[in-house]
């Protein structure tokens, strides 16, 4: 199994882009999360998806979008990007409980 | 905000030597969590916690839940270099729906 698979691992854009975030796991989990975490800080939840065609908001869901059509595919949407995403961005899925993170995408918002 | 906070924020200790981190919480949960995350990588589910455990094992960690203090202790036994990562405590709030929600760490160096 490969797990969870994020990419890219880097992207910059400037201010006013918007771009996809794209996550994928290939072992079946209904539940799925992306987080951002900012230095010093812990991760903070943005937006997750206990199944296919559902979605919710996190903590700080301001300025991202998700959709979930499929179970394995949980893509975050950067709508115009701003400095303050600046950030890295870690998608995960979980599994009674227990949350299997992937490799992350480092942003940088010029 | 964060629900867990994580005592010390930073934590140096010799090769051999045992390492405690400290996690303070606020609300009702259903499980308390540890992951470890090394530089530039994703974080790595360690040991999981439920709210009615008061201690787990798992190889050289030991973690301990008091519920009536919101608080939890992780212990490694033995340190070795390999263990200087990041340690966060993360809670499933009771009636959140899985969610997660993260402190800010303990940066543990392990010196060999």
């Known amino acids: 199994n490969a797990g969870v698979t994020q990419t890219p691992k880097f992207q910059v854009l400037k201010t006013g882009q918007s771009m996809t975030l794209q996550c994928a796991q290939d072992m079946n989990h209904e539940y799925m999360s992306w987080y951002r975490q900012d230095p010093g800080m812990g991760l903070r939840l943005i937006h997750y998806?206990?199944?296919?065609?559902?979605?919710d908001q996190g903590e700080v869901p301001n300025g991202y979008n998700v959709s979930r059509s499929t179970t394995e595919d949980f893509p975050l949407r950067l709508l115009s990007a701003a400095p303050s995403q600046t950030s890295v961005y870690f998608c995960?899925?979980?599994?009674?409980?227990?949350?299997?993170f992937g490799p992350g995408t480092r942003l940088t918002v010029t | 905000s964060q629900q867990g906070e994580e005592d010390p924020q930073a934590l140096s200790i010799q090769e051999g030597e045992n390492a405690t981190m400290n996690c303070s919480y606020k609300?009702?949960?259903?499980?308390l969590q540890w992951y470890r995350q090394n530089s530039g990588r994703g974080l790595v589910h360690l040991i999981l916690i439920r709210s009615n455990e008061r201690e787990k094992h798992s190889g050289r960690l030991r973690v301990t839940l008091d519920t009536s203090k919101k608080s939890s202790s992780l212990l490694i036994t033995a340190s070795r270099a390999a263990d200087t990562a990041s340690y966060f405590c993360a809670t499933e709030r009771s009636g959140s729906a899985r969610q997660l929600t993260f402190g800010s760490g303990t940066q543990l160096t392990v010196l060999p």
């Open positions: 998806s206990v199944g296919a065609g559902i979605t």
């Open positions: 609300t009702s949960i259903n499980n």
């Open positions: 995960a899925s979980s599994r009674q409980g227990k949350q299997y």
